[in-house]
C-alpha cells in the first residue's frame, strides 16, 4: 500500500496531524501491515491536499509551533475505497532474524540458540497479548486478520520450538571466524 493509502486510512479513525498519522502506522493495528517514515508522510499529506483527497487546519499550539491537522474528504473516502479495490501484490516477508539464522552457521552455536529463544519468548508474548483482545465487537475483517496473525505466532513459534535443534547439527560451522 502506498503512503497515501495508509495516511487516508490513518484519517478514517479521525482527524491526525502528521505526527499523529506516524504514531499510528508505528503501533498496532496498523503498525502490523506495513512500514513508512516522516519522509514519505509529508510528501503524501501535501499531495493529498493538492488533489482534494485530504483538508489541513493550522492548529495554535502554547509553546509550540503551530500544527497542521488533516481531515479526509468526501472524494479522500472515494479513493481510499478505489485503492482498497485493486487486487493487493504478494507480500514481502523481510526479517532480520531470518538473515540471522540464514548465516547462522558463521556465528556460536549458543548465541543462534539464545536469538531463536529470544524469538520464540516474542511471539509468546505477542500471543498473549493478542488473546487478551476480544475483536468480537469488530467488523469482520478486522476479526479475520486478528485470527489470522495469531495463527502466525502459534506457528512461527510451534515451528522454532520443533526446530530449534537444527543449530545444534550444523557441524559445517566454522570455529575460527568467533569462538564460543
Do not use: N, W
Given at each position: 500500500m502506498d503512503a497515501k493509502s495508509l495516511c487516508l486510512a490513518v484519517?478514517?479513525?479521525?482527524?491526525?496531524?502528521?505526527?499523529?498519522?506516524?504514531?499510528?502506522?508505528?503501533?498496532p493495528p496498523l503498525g502490523h501491515f506495513q512500514d513508512t517514515g516522516f519522509g514519505s508522510i509529508?510528501?503524501?499529506?501535501?499531495?493529498?491536499?493538492?488533489?482534494?483527497?485530504?483538508?489541513?487546519?493550522?492548529?495554535?499550539?502554547?509553546?509550540?509551533?503551530d500544527k497542521k491537522v488533516y481531515s479526509i474528504t468526501e472524494a479522500g473516502w472515494q479513493a481510499l475505497t478505489l485503492a482498497l479495490m485493486e487486487a493487493p501484490p504478494p507480500d514481502k516477508f523481510r526479517s532480520d532474524f531470518l538473515f540471522v539464522l540464514f548465516l547462522g552457521h558463521m556465528l556460536p552455536e549458543s548465541h543462534v540458540a539464545a536469538v531463536i529463544d529470544q524469538r520464540i519468548a516474542y511471539y509468546e508474548e505477542q500471543i498473549a497479548r493478542m488473546e487478551?483482545?476480544?475483536?468480537?465487537?469488530?467488523?469482520?475483517?478486522?476479526?479475520?486478520?486478528?485470527?489470522?496473525g495469531l495463527a502466525l505466532y502459534h506457528a512461527a513459534a510451534d515451528y522454532l520450538r520443533k526446530n530449534r535443534d537444527l543449530?545444534?547439527?550444523?557441524?559445517?560451522?566454522?570455529?575460527?571466524?568467533?569462538?564460543?
Open positions: 484519517l478514517t479513525q479521525g482527524d491526525a496531524s502528521g505526527y499523529e498519522i506516524k504514531k499510528a502506522l508505528e503501533e509529508y510528501p503524501a499529506l501535501t499531495k493529498l491536499t493538492e488533489d482534494g483527497l485530504v483538508h489541513g487546519t493550522e492548529m495554535a499550539q502554547e509553546k509550540r509551533p487478551g483482545c476480544t475483536p468480537d465487537d469488530h467488523p469482520a475483517g478486522q476479526q479475520l486478520v486478528h485470527g489470522f543449530v545444534a547439527a550444523d557441524t559445517a560451522r566454522p570455529q575460527a571466524l568467533v569462538a564460543e
